[in-house]
């Protein structure tokens, strides 16, 4: 079994879409979630973290997670096509840190 | 504030040649460093991490070397490229103590 699993996409939305994007985990060790965002070929970036289950809003995004579950998605609202990018799922914890394979997604305008 | 930087951004080489990535960050003392290598469509891939000069750990075995010769440089090299060295590398660093990574913009290696 992966640590980390995310549906790779692409996800395709219309500009202004709410997006959900999803990813579990394995180890109950994890104590930290991050999400990263990559743009086509450039390094990836930091975009949330959260070291506890409940949800966490900056902006546009919102982190939620489920511990009990090992759930973990990034809401992002009111979609604009410079989301358009690979978004990384990023568990961590006991020295340990797991970047998922990432989900693509393309918003039209 | 910190910034990363790697060079060169892109790198044509041909089987069996040398390799050396450099990879250098600013702003900052003593910082844990990482290199990454990302395939096409797949995850990032820990190769090497350091957590302070000369201090090098290996993740997976393979045809690649590191090497921290100065506190904020890291440096990733082959003696002998294959074809399977080729992918997306990336540079990383984080605070010691602390989760949040920081990458650097990559370089793309294609071997021939």
């Known amino acids: 079994q992966k640590e980390v699993e995310q549906d790779p996409g692409p996800l395709s939305v219309p500009e202004g879409a709410i997006v959900s994007l999803n990813c579990t985990y394995s180890?109950?060790?994890?104590?930290?979630f991050m999400w990263y965002r990559q743009y086509s070929r450039k390094g990836p970036e930091l975009l949330m973290y959260?070291?506890?289950?409940g949800n966490k809003e900056d902006g546009r995004f919102t982190a939620q997670v489920d511990k009990s579950s090992k759930y973990i998605s990034l809401f992002i609202r009111d979609s604009q096509p410079s989301d358009s990018a690979t978004y990384l799922c990023?568990?961590?914890?006991?020295?340990?840190?797991?970047f998922g394979a990432g989900t693509r997604l393309f918003v039209k305008a | 504030s910190q910034t990363i930087h790697q060079w060169p951004a892109t790198l044509v080489q041909p089987v069996g040649s040398p390799l050396s990535l450099e990879c250098t960050v600013e702003?900052?003392?003593?910082?844990?460093l990482y290199w990454y290598r990302q395939a096409a469509g797949r995850g990032l891939q820990l190769l090497f991490y350091?957590?302070?000069?000369?201090?090098i750990s290996s993740e997976v075995p393979q045809n690649l070397s590191a090497s921290r010769p100065q506190d904020r440089q890291f440096i990733l090299s082959s003696k002998k490229l294959l074809l399977s060295d080729s992918g997306f590398y990336l540079c990383?660093?984080?605070?010691?103590?602390?989760?949040?990574?920081?990458f650097g913009p990559g370089t793309r290696l294609l071997v021939l």
């Open positions: 959260t070291y506890s289950s």
């Open positions: 702003g900052t003392s003593n910082p844990n």
């Open positions: 990023v568990p961590g914890g006991g020295f340990k840190t797991i």
């Open positions: 990383a660093w984080s605070a010691g103590g602390t989760e949040t990574q920081y």
């Open positions: 180890n109950s060790a994890f104590q930290y």
């Open positions: 350091s957590v302070g000069i000369g201090q």
